[in-house]
């Protein structure tokens, strides 16, 4: 059966994902001084007007709006920015019962972790392209003036089944000057941004592949001048692009307590594990959490048919090797480090320089 799958991914400089980034900046600062810090703090943005708000139980001494204004300087923000700050420390209600002698789940709710092997990353093509075409423009933008940090890009593919063929469309909307010309960005966007990222990915280029760029004509007013933007309204970019299924809660600002978060990185790194070990051509994994509790309340493992041995033995697999416990997951993933900004932007999964991408020695 053909099908056509799409996946977006957005930029640093828009205005969701410029949250996302503060948040997890306000994170990483308070792990670094407090590895037992609790922290949801949030922000939203409009104009110049940045709103920080939400809950931080920690030791840590942290400079709020010093660290929000380092990331506005990077997005591109020339203007001074005005703060509006809202915080308390999390409910003790809360706290007594995630800090526990076992660390808990700090909330309730479901959580999906997916591969498939239809990329080197086990994860979704459209996605990974979705994705890289935002890198390959965040540093084109990053050597001249006359692009900013906002943009968006899509990525279409058709399958045969579960087998990518061709591109059907690619789509990047991505902020200038005024003074450039439509005809001009799309000339320098194709040559020096898309196609670069396309050599990697060549045999699903056709004939008839479409190449849409700023179909809107003018993108001159970006960023929270045209937009406003706050944390956790990018899951699906965030995740696998609409390919897998997402829980009910975001990842950046919150942390590794927060099951949201690390209950769906271990997902990840359990389904991608299932894959990489040749059990299953395509895996996806459900989990979910009750506050307080030390233990998930249920876990179904899905895998589409593609499973080469029996679905038995992939739970087995799982029992023997891997713990969905708040506690293990936050001890065996090492999550209670600073490293959760550069998660922010270009998808928290399909790069291996987080812990939860990586395959494991197993029994």
Avoid at 163 to 176: A, G, N, R
Wanted: hydrophobic share 35%.
């Amino acid at each position: 059966m053909k099908k056509i799958v799409t996946s977006e991914s957005v930029n640093i400089g828009h205005p969701d994902k410029t949250c996302d980034v503060i948040a997890d900046s306000f994170l990483d600062e308070a792990l670094s001084q407090d590895k037992d810090s609790q922290m949801a703090v949030e922000c939203a943005i409009k104009n110049n007007k940045l709103f920080i708000y939400g809950e931080a139980t920690t030791k840590a001494k942290i400079d709020y709006e010093g660290l929000a204004r380092a990331v506005l300087k990077d997005v591109g923000y020339k203007e001074e920015f005005d703060f509006v700050k809202e915080l308390s420390q999390q409910s003790p209600d809360i706290n007594r019962a995630v800090v526990k002698r076992k660390l808990c789940a700090n909330d309730q709710g479901m959580v999906y972790g997916y591969a498939t092997d239809e990329t080197e990353e086990l994860m979704p093509l459209t996605i990974m392209v979705a994705h890289a075409l935002m890198k390959s423009y965040d540093n084109f933008r990053r050597s001249r003036d006359d692009f900013f940090a906002d943009a968006k890009s899509q990525a279409s593919v058709e399958y045969d089944g579960r087998t990518p063929k061709k591109f059907t469309t690619i789509l990047i909307s991505v902020s200038h000057s005024p003074k450039l010309s439509h005809r001009k960005i799309c000339s320098v966007i194709k040559k020096q941004v898309i196609l670069p990222v396309l050599e990697k990915y060549k045999k699903y280029l056709s004939k008839d592949t479409e190449f849409i760029i700023n179909p809107s004509g003018k993108f001159t007013i970006w960023g929270s001048h045209g937009d406003s933007g706050c944390v956790g309204r990018k899951i699906i970019v965030d995740s696998y692009g609409g390919v897998g299924r997402v829980g009910g809660g975001c990842f950046s600002s919150k942390n590794a307590t927060k099951v949201d978060r690390s209950g769906a990185y271990y997902a990840r790194y359990v389904a991608k594990n299932i894959v990489a070990h040749h059990l299953a051509k395509e895996c996806e994994i459900q989990v979910s959490y009750g506050i307080g509790l030390e233990k998930p309340i249920s876990r179904y493992i899905e895998c589409f048919g593609t499973n080469t041995v029996p679905m038995e033995k992939i739970e087995e697999f799982v029992d023997a090797n891997f713990d969905f416990s708040p506690d293990n997951i936050i001890k065996e993933l090492d999550l209670l480090r600073p490293i959760y900004k550069q998660t922010a932007c270009f998808g928290h999964f399909g790069r291996e320089e987080f812990p939860w991408e990586k395959i494991k020695k197993t029994k």
